[in-house]
């Protein structure tokens, strides 16, 4: 779908009232829902005893309780209650193979058992998988890995900063760029501010610039100010939170365009678009050259300790200088032998099985046929859009919502609406992320897709006509 008709049709939604399911529906299905996750509830109970908040992770916060999964294998996953999902969130984008593929397995598997899990020191897998990555990125010739995505966001920075001898960095308000002091701001929906900003000193955000999304003349208006005092910009290619707040076709141009003139270094954060959206990233999709990327959770295919920091040799070389002339950072177990086994063998794969492709074919027909069913509802305004196999299905918008306009306190009616369509796609064993994102892969079927359609049916049906 085009630029244009994504933001109207946002419009559209944010200025449609939201249209819950009516409350006698609802309590049905939350009734359905306790039922059928009593093991769940009895792990979420248990674990408020020894987790703050009862989750470690912030995907997993779903309403009204956290589901606990027990395994995964393909595109299905099943809790620990037994009921099977057709998963979309696929450990948040990383997952393009299919869960758990056994090719993949059997070579970390044998890893494990020859080498062990890690020695603190150089192996071969690391020079194997740095060069696959090489091999594919346009714009990258080096490659330092690190243990997670905000480590390496933080690690960009830095590594930015230290080349340049600047210290500004520009972002896109609602992007996400890891839980790092500097990039929490205004997250997720731009104009929240500092709402996230607990236990982070004002002082992180000195050298922080923000720029609202596809915001060309705050953008300029930004370089013309700080120009010479800008050691980066740094955005996710697809727009904020990976699409969610969809990028105009000439923003990333634009940016580089910027950058270059400025003498600021550009950094595309591609955790979720790196080895999804293409074998080549963002930049390659797109055609743009950014000078760092960023690579995060994608890089292992769901293995553990996975993250790192790629570009230009000019630039990622000043990471192996002596000491007093690189930047510092690392980490003892990054670019371990599991990891980097996994890296390599995981890109090799989606290669051979040619997985980007399949998974952007699947997440196509997923978008239009959703987007038909949609439209036999000229009451409510859903709609989905994709950029390959990232899909974001828009119901209730509040996302979207101007949180500095009049609507600002919509937000949170909006996203109970949403949490309560969610709650009920898992009473029909569909799992996305947030209620919002659905990522694709090799293995979703046409079986997947059926499924996926009559649990929208069935939503749809508890949502009266107008
Ligand atoms: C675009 C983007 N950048 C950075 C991160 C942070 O990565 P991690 O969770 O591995 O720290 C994420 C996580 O989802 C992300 O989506």
Redesign the pocket.
């Known amino acids: 779908m085009h630029f244009d008709e994504i933001m109207e049709r946002l419009g559209r939604v944010v200025n449609t009232p939201v249209k819950p399911i009516p409350e006698e529906a609802l309590q049905k299905e939350r009734e359905i829902f306790y039922k059928k996750h009593a093991k769940s509830l009895e792990l979420f109970e248990e674990a408020k005893n020894y987790i703050p908040g009862g989750v470690e992770h912030n995907l997993a916060t779903t309403k009204p309780f956290p589901l606990a999964m027990d395994r995964a294998k393909g595109y299905r996953m099943w809790d620990v209650d037994g009921n099977e999902y057709v998963d979309y969130l696929l450990c948040?984008?990383p997952i393009i193979l299919g869960h758990h593929y056994d090719p993949l397995d059997n070579e970390v598997i044998k890893t494990i058992k020859e080498k062990g899990p890690s020695t603190g020191l150089t192996s071969e897998f690391e020079i194997l998988a740095a060069k696959k990555i090489c091999e594919h990125m346009p714009s990258v010739e080096r490659v330092r890995f690190l243990q997670?995505?905000?480590?390496?966001?933080m690690a960009a920075l830095r590594i930015a900063r230290a080349y340049t001898g600047r210290n500004k960095v520009v972002k896109v308000e609602g992007?996400?760029?890891?839980?790092y002091d500097t990039y929490v701001m205004n997250l997720h929906i731009p104009g929240t501010g500092g709402l996230n900003s607990k236990g982070i000193p004002p002082s992180a955000y000195e050298h922080l610039l923000e720029v609202k999304p596809n915001d060309f003349e705050g953008l300029e208006k930004i370089f013309k100010e700080y120009g010479d005092d800008i050691a980066c910009m740094v955005l996710?290619p697809v727009g904020g939170?990976?699409g969610v707040h969809p990028v105009h076709p000439d923003w990333n141009k634009r940016c580089r365009e910027l950058c270059t003139d400025h003498g600021a270094l550009l950094i595309f954060?591609?955790?979720?678009t790196g080895f999804r959206l293409d074998m080549g990233g963002a930049q390659k999709y797109f055609g743009i050259n950014p000078d760092l990327t960023?690579l995060?959770?994608i890089v292992a295919h769901g293995y553990p300790s996975?993250?790192a920091v790629a570009g230009k040799a000019e630039i990622m070389d000043i990471c192996g200088e002596s000491m007093g002339n690189k930047p510092y950072l690392g980490g003892t177990l990054a670019a371990n032998p599991i990891t980097c086994c996994a890296c390599y063998h995981a890109i090799r794969l989606i290669e051979e099985t040619d997985a980007v492709a399949k998974s952007t074919a699947f997440a196509d027909r997923l978008v239009s046929e959703l987007n038909q069913l949609f439209a036999t509802r000229p009451d409510l305004p859903f709609f989905l859009y994709n950029f390959g196999p990232i899909i974001h299905y828009v119901t209730t918008g509040f996302f979207a919502v101007d949180i500095t306009g009049p609507q600002a306190m919509e937000v949170f009616r909006r996203k109970d609406v949403a949490e309560e369509y969610q709650m009920v796609a898992s009473n029909q064993g569909i799992n996305s992320l947030a209620g919002t994102r659905m990522y694709t892969c090799l293995q979703h079927d046409e079986e997947a897709l059926q499924r996926t359609l009559a649990a929208w049916e069935y939503i749809l049906s508890l949502i009266p006509k107008a």
Not at 175 to 179: K, L, N, P, V
């Open positions: 948040g984008a997670s995505g905000t480590e390496a966001d992007s996400y760029h890891g839980w996710e939170e990976s954060d591609e955790v979720v960023v995060g959770k996975a993250g």
